[in-house]
């Protein structure tokens, strides 16, 4: 439990500095969509991978109330999900190739794993001083 206590803040967590690292992949790529997708697909997709990111750190925030910190992993558990759609849908429109659509899906698989294994086990997340000796 050592490991989770060392936690200074969101930043710290590697789901996080994944999270966000996709989310600026995702944005720099989105750049080369066409002009028509602007207020659509371009949006949605930045949005949704944004979204992980600024979840998983409100999560961070709360985690002293466990029902809450599931909550918003569980929110950025579905913005990844979301993302990984509209990643299928700019591969298939042929914005993405397909090894940059697989290296995304797969960094986005990754964070689906680590929320999950995190909302297993709230409690190690729960920061020192409220731990009940």
Not at 73 to 93: F, K, P
Request: a positive charge.
């Amino acid at each position: 439990m050592a490991e989770y206590q060392q936690l200074k803040g969101h930043r710290d967590l590697k789901v996080y500095q994944l999270a966000y690292k996709l989310a600026m992949d995702i944005f720099n790529i989105s750049k080369l969509f066409p002009k028509e997708e602007k207020y659509s697909l371009t949006d949605q997709i930045r949005r949704s991978s944004r979204s992980i990111a600024a979840n998983i750190a409100e999560g961070f925030r709360k985690r002293q109330y466990p029902k809450m910190f599931v909550s918003k992993l569980a929110d950025a558990d579905g913005e990844a999900t979301e993302t990984q759609v509209w990643l299928d849908i700019a591969r298939d429109c042929e914005y993405l190739s397909p090894q940059i659509h697989a290296e995304l899906v797969k960094g986005y698989e990754e964070v689906g794993k680590m929320l999950g294994s995190m909302m297993s086990m709230p409690e190690k997340f729960v920061p020192r001083n409220l731990h009940r000796e």
